[in-house]
C-alpha cells in the first residue's frame, strides 16, 4: 500500500483472471475500456505489453525496449495518491511528448516533485540512485512512495543492491516484455 508498485497491475490481472475464469470472452478492447474506469494506469497493465500511453492512458502504442533490470527501494511511508493529486504544488503543463521521437529518457514524473517534498524519506532514497554508476534511469515509481534505478544488466543490479545502506531496504527485479496473461486474451 501506498508504494505505487501494483494497485493498477493487480487491478489488471484480476480483470484478465476473471475473463478466463469466467469464460466471459471479453475482447481486450472491451477489457481496456473496463479497465480505464478503475484507474488512468490500468489499461497498459491490460494491453500486456511495453506501450507508448497518451491521453489519460486509453492510447496505446506498442514500443520495443531494451532488457533491463531494476533495484527497487522502499521508503518507510506510504503514499497516498489522491492527496499528491490534489496538491496545489502538482504542475499540469508538462509538455506531452510524441511518439516519434519517444525515449524513455525524455520523460519524467510530474509526481515525482511534489512526494519528495512532501515525504524526506522518498527523496532520500532517490538521491541515493541516482548517485550509482551504470544506471540508465532512476525514478519514482507511479505515485509513490517507491524508486527504482534501472540497469542493463543483472550483474550490474545486484552490484548497486550489495551497497544499500542499512537503514534502506530493497529488491532486484527483471523487467517484463509481456504481462504473463497477455495471451489468455484477443
Not at 11 to 24: D, F, K, S, V
Request: glycine share 8%; proline share 6%; aromatic share 8%.
Amino acid at each position: 500500500m501506498g508504494g505505487g508498485l501494483g494497485g493498477s497491475s493487480d487491478a489488471a490481472t484480476t480483470l484478465l483472471a476473471l475473463n478466463q475464469l469466467w469464460e466471459l470472452k471479453l475482447s481486450r478492447e472491451q477489457l481496456l475500456e473496463s479497465g480505464l474506469q478503475l484507474g488512468a494506469d490500468v489499461p497498459v497493465f491490460i494491453f500486456g505489453q511495453n506501450a507508448f500511453a497518451e491521453g489519460i492512458g486509453e492510447k496505446l502504442v506498442p514500443i520495443e525496449l531494451l532488457p533491463a533490470w531494476y533495484l527497487v527501494l522502499i521508503p518507510p511511508v506510504q503514499v497516498s495518491t489522491a492527496e499528491v493529486f490534489a496538491s496545489k504544488e502538482l504542475t499540469r503543463n508538462t509538455i506531452p511528448i510524441k511518439i516519434p521521437p519517444f525515449s524513455v529518457w525524455h520523460g519524467h514524473n510530474d509526481l515525482e516533485l511534489v512526494v519528495c517534498r512532501t515525504y524526506p524519506e522518498v527523496a532520500r532514497c532517490l538521491e541515493w540512485l541516482k548517485r550509482l554508476e551504470n544506471t540508465t534511469i532512476a525514478a519514482m515509481s507511479g505515485s509513490g512512495a517507491c524508486v527504482f534505478a534501472e540497469f542493463a544488466t543483472e550483474l550490474a543490479a545486484q552490484t548497486a543492491f550489495a551497497q544499500i545502506p542499512d537503514d534502506m531496504n530493497g529488491f532486484v527485479a527483471k523487467g517484463l516484455d509481456c504481462h504473463p496473461m497477455h495471451k489468455s486474451v484477443e
